[in-house]
């Protein structure tokens, strides 16, 4: 079965380390996103592409990054964490023009 | 700008309670609404959608129907159960757009 794979699905790390979170989808969707969960925001959306080579920011995308090499991966780096970037963070992917979105099962990100 | 305004949470009810949640939304044009559920540690997951005024969408004994004239879409159950426990967000979507845009989640406890 198609899915979507986040991986760590928690992390630890200290102010100031670069972090790379990784998201891996077999649903081969052009569209990828990534969102931050948190208490009172709901989800706000940082970064999205919409193909290979394909990069947007979104509400929140200060202080992160991605990049689109290939159709089934959309990482997102941190480039110097902050204690205001602990969050959980969701990714999701879906069709162009799709129905619906298809979310990842969430990284518990706390910097320290 | 577009957002989505969900009722304030915690909600807390009996088992076979009816159960109420309100969402109102400002878009411009035609959005499609979506209501999206997370079970405890896990992602998001789609629980109903519609895509034009007037249509209900409805799945697992969940409805909402999108009322243009009051811009909402309220998520209703007849008889809540134990296992219907979880956070639900309210979404909207653009008209040509890919993005999610979601309400701030509301987080639903129901009791034996």
């Known amino acids: 079965d198609a899915e979507i794979t986040q991986s760590p699905r928690h992390k630890i790390t200290e102010t100031g380390r670069q972090v790379t979170l990784a998201c891996h989808q077999t649903?081969?969707?052009?569209?990828m996103f990534w969102y931050r969960q948190d208490l009172g925001h709901g989800l706000r959306l940082i970064h999205y592409s919409y193909g290979v080579q394909d990069t947007n920011k979104g509400e929140v995308s200060d202080g992160y990054s991605v990049s689109r090499s290939n159709t089934e991966d959309l990482p997102l780096t941190l480039e110097s964490a902050a204690s205001s970037q602990t969050s959980v963070y969701f990714c999701?992917?879906?069709?162009?023009?799709?129905?619906?979105?298809?979310f990842g099962q969430g990284t518990r990100l706390t910097v320290v | 700008g577009n957002s989505v305004t969900q009722m304030e949470g915690p909600v807390t009810l009996s088992e076979e309670a009816f159960l109420t949640i309100n969402c109102t939304y400002t878009a411009t044009g035609y959005p499609s609404l979506f209501w999206y559920v997370q079970y405890p540690g896990e992602g998001l997951q789609l629980l109903l959608k519609a895509t034009k005024a007037d249509d209900k969408g409805s799945n697992k004994g969940f409805e909402a129907t999108y009322r243009k004239e009051t811009t909402s879409f309220h998520l209703e159950k007849g008889s809540v159960q134990v296992s219907d426990s979880a956070v639900y967000f309210c979404?909207?979507?653009?008209?040509?757009?890919?993005?999610?845009?979601f309400g701030q989640g509301t987080r639903l406890t129901i009791n034996p």
């Open positions: 979404a909207l979507r653009l008209q040509g757009a890919q993005k999610l845009v």
């Open positions: 999701a992917s879906s069709e162009s023009n799709g129905p619906e979105a298809f």
């Open positions: 649903w081969n969707h052009n569209n």
